[in-house]
């Protein structure tokens, strides 16, 4: 049985691709253990998966992240990206890479599949390929990774389409990774060298596109940015199917969504959420007196708070939830208003939905842009909209169906790729049958080829 490590920050949005995928390898007859924080550890073992936990120095609980970060929702801006770059990825790395030198003392794995924000891995998949296992990176957020064709990642700068856009873009990168940002590189290079790594000859943005075998995109070609310079080794293979899902059973309004009015759809995600003020509630307001049903999720927060904040009393077109059952209620949805979690758009666009998004923090901004110059929704340009805007920006979606159009033929896109988790196992099989004699300090690993059933088709690599 072939064993693989699968690795992930403690973020919601990161984690469950990551257990989604370790489902499938399972289902194909694979061994997989997971790293990662103690808060997801029961999704881990009810997946049937091994669960590892991170060191406690570097686990923090992702719906507090104020604990870890104080002060953290005053901050804006670059600066607000520089302490989040560093205290959520520069910080933990010498925690994660400790963690799993002692996996891998201890078991013997015929590979290692990363988040690509797992920074731990970084002193590892930056050796030679023949010195190691395998290592494959799967990323759940948009491509971060500098090019002459985008601008830097976080300046939400549109695709440049000439020459002098693409020098305005070497430039702004030349000066933001020399300037405001240089902290960044400084404190990666601080942890490297506190587990005795040297200094990384590339930038904290591309590191993860150039140090790995493979790295897929969990989303789809065109929802991203074209990029001439992007290595062939990075694939879009599309976000994970979530075919394992168990139903946990429908609200009793369900009946409702029958009522021949449109439905929509509003959340803040499970990781900006401690304000519900933010989105949900304008949501709420803004459409308490349209001829539409609307169906908002707290993502956990209590839906008291929800009620408190709307002076003690929903609408009567109002439903609230502290979770929905997203693979029932989004096919029956006219439009999703969302804070732009690179997750729930993905959901959305394989619904077919167009989207309206309000993101201002960590990634959402830039996942926003894209939605917006991908045809599939509306950018609201704030994480903060007034009620007005977003009756506004609904109404237009409902009135005018180019962007369920374009959401749709995204749909059909994302439809037409393979499963991803067949494409990592087939990269899987490649790749430890490549490397069957590599030095890795561990017994020899396993070869592999694609399984006839689950279970099935594991060579010994003696033949």
């Avoid at 590892?52 to 970060?69: C, G, I, K, Q, T």
């Avoid at 587990?195 to 591309?206: A, K, L, M």
Wanted: hydrophobic residues 40%; glycine residues 10%.
């Amino acid at each position: 049985m072939p064993s693989f490590l699968l690795c992930a920050p403690p973020m919601h949005g990161h984690v469950m691709p990551v257990i989604e995928l370790g489902r499938g390898l399972l289902s194909r007859g694979a061994d997989v253990t997971v790293l990662t924080g103690r808060r997801y550890e029961d999704a881990v073992l009810r997946s049937g998966l091994t669960f590892a936990p991170l060191p406690a120095e570097v686990d923090y609980d992702d719906s507090d992240l104020e604990a870890w970060l104080p002060g953290r929702g005053a901050i804006k801006g670059l600066a607000a990206m520089r302490r989040e770059m560093i205290g959520m990825f520069a910080r933990v790395l010498p925690g994660q890479w400790r963690a799993v030198q002692a996996l891998l003392a201890a078991h013997r794995f015929d590979g290692i599949i990363g988040d690509a924000t797992f920074t731990g891995l970084a002193p590892y998949s930056s050796r030679p390929a023949a010195e190691r296992l395998p290592v494959i990176g799967v990323s759940p957020i948009p491509v971060v990774m500098t090019s002459v064709d985008t601008g830097p990642f976080g300046l939400v700068l549109a695709p440049a389409k000439t020459a002098v856009g693409r020098l305005r873009n070497r430039a702004l990168t030349s000066f933001l990774l020399r300037g405001p940002l240089r902290p960044i590189g400084i404190a990666v290079d601080e942890a490297l060298a506190e587990v005795g790594e040297p200094p990384t000859t590339v930038s904290f943005y591309d590191h993860p596109y150039v140090s790995y075998d493979r790295l897929f995109q969990l989303s789809i070609a065109e929802l991203e940015y074209p990029r001439r310079d992007l290595p062939d080794t990075v694939r879009f293979v599309g976000p994970m199917r979530h075919r394992h899902r168990v139903s946990t059973g429908v609200p009793g309004w369900w009946a409702d969504l029958d009522s021949g009015r449109p439905v929509v759809h509003v959340s803040q995600g499970t990781m900006d959420n401690r304000d519900l003020g933010r989105v949900i509630v304008p949501t709420l307001r803004a459409l308490a007196d349209e001829d539409v049903l609307v169906v908002a999720a707290t993502g956990g927060r209590p839906v008291d708070d929800v009620v408190r904040a709307m002076g003690g009393r929903l609408p009567a077109n109002a439903r609230v939830e502290e979770y929905v059952p997203y693979d029932e209620l989004l096919p029956r949805c006219a439009v999703f208003v969302t804070n732009g979690g690179f997750g729930g758009v993905q959901r959305a666009i394989a619904a077919g939905l167009p989207l309206v998004v309000a993101g201002a923090t960590e990634d959402k901004p830039e996942i926003a842009a894209r939605v917006q110059w991908a045809g599939c929704g509306i950018d609201l340009r704030t994480g903060t909209p007034t009620p007005e805007q977003v009756r506004g920006a609904v109404r237009r979606v409902l009135a005018d169906d180019r962007t369920r159009r374009g959401s749709e033929f995204l749909r059909d896109r994302m439809n037409a790729l393979p499963d991803p988790v067949d494409v990592i196992w087939d990269t899987l099989a490649e790749l430890t049958t490549a490397g069957s004699s590599r030095g890795t300090g561990q017994q020899e690993p396993t070869a592999m080829r694609r399984p006839i059933g689950p279970g099935e088709g594991w060579d010994s690599g003696l033949a």
